[in-house]
């Protein structure tokens, strides 16, 4: 048995198909957790389940689509329910507020907001019904620091941030527990293209106090722990990964004499 004691658990990953989402589910089953993938496209997280075995099993799930959200918790719940849920899923639609189409804000607030309401009723149902259970929701760094150009982005992710403390107060005596993480600069394979100029990823290093860009491995770690029973007295808390980046506003300031 592990130290973090997640042997036997089942946890469901949404997004599964993504760079963290794929992190995430190597890192629950390397702890001996049965994991579920829910992704947009299944033909992605299949094989990864069949890599990871250990009665992993993939769903096609649409975030915006409470329906399909509904339909893959009842098989989860028919499987033997969840006892861990990661809302991992996200979605990007550049462009600044000035023009950005209501079209566009929707769809962004559907995946990123609605969806893991969404998602955490339906698989939150029988953590309640068993009196246990943990909730973990991907925000970002963007959610308190503004992200230009990126029409709901940050919104969005503000509001996982306040959806997450509700859900903590509402049903932290029902036994489920809710959290927070908020990364700041992951390479990932949505984000490669930034890495691939060396004098961009030079000063997105330089940037961050640990001079390094965050690997998707350093979100499943952190989210294995909140998911665990050490963890158990963690709920409604915001946990940021991200280097230290969202501390150094104050070095942008001038300060002759100083530095």
Not at 26 to 49: I, K, M, N, S
Not at 66 to 71: K, R, V
Not at 83 to 93: C, F, Q, S
Not at 149 to 172: F, H, N, P, T, V
Request: aromatic share 6%; hydrophobic share 45%; glycine share 12%.
């Amino acid at each position: 048995m592990s130290w973090l004691a997640l042997q036997g658990k089942t946890a469901v990953i949404t997004g599964a198909g993504g760079g963290i989402g794929q992190a995430l589910a190597h890192a629950f089953a390397g702890q001996g957790v049965r994991v579920v993938l829910l992704d947009r496209d299944d033909e992605r997280t299949r094989p990864l389940a069949a890599e990871i075995g250990n009665g992993a099993f993939a769903l096609a799930c649409d975030l915006s689509k409470t329906d399909e959200i509904a339909a893959a918790a009842e098989k989860v719940e028919a499987a033997g329910g969840a006892d861990i849920l990661v809302n991992n899923a996200g979605i990007l639609r550049p462009g600044p507020l000035e023009s950005v189409s209501e079209a566009d804000w929707s769809a962004m607030l559907a995946v990123n907001l609605t969806g893991y309401l969404a998602a955490a009723q339906a698989f939150g149902k029988g953590m309640i019904e068993r009196g246990e259970g943990a909730l973990v929701h991907v925000a970002s760094i963007a959610g308190s620091q503004p992200q230009p150009a990126s029409g709901a982005y940050s919104a969005s992710k503000a509001a996982i941030l306040m959806l997450s403390r509700q859900l903590a107060y509402e049903w932290g005596a029902k036994g489920v527990r809710s959290n927070t993480l908020s990364p700041g600069l992951v390479r990932t394979p949505l984000s490669e293209a930034f890495y691939r100029d060396e004098a961009v990823k030079a000063k997105r290093e330089a940037m961050v106090p640990l001079g390094r860009i965050a690997t998707p491995q350093d979100m499943a770690d952190v989210t294995l722990f909140l998911a665990s029973p050490r963890a158990s007295y963690v709920s409604g808390q915001d946990i940021v990964v991200d280097g230290g980046l969202s501390q150094v506003l104050m070095g942008l300031v001038p300060r002759p004499g100083y530095v």
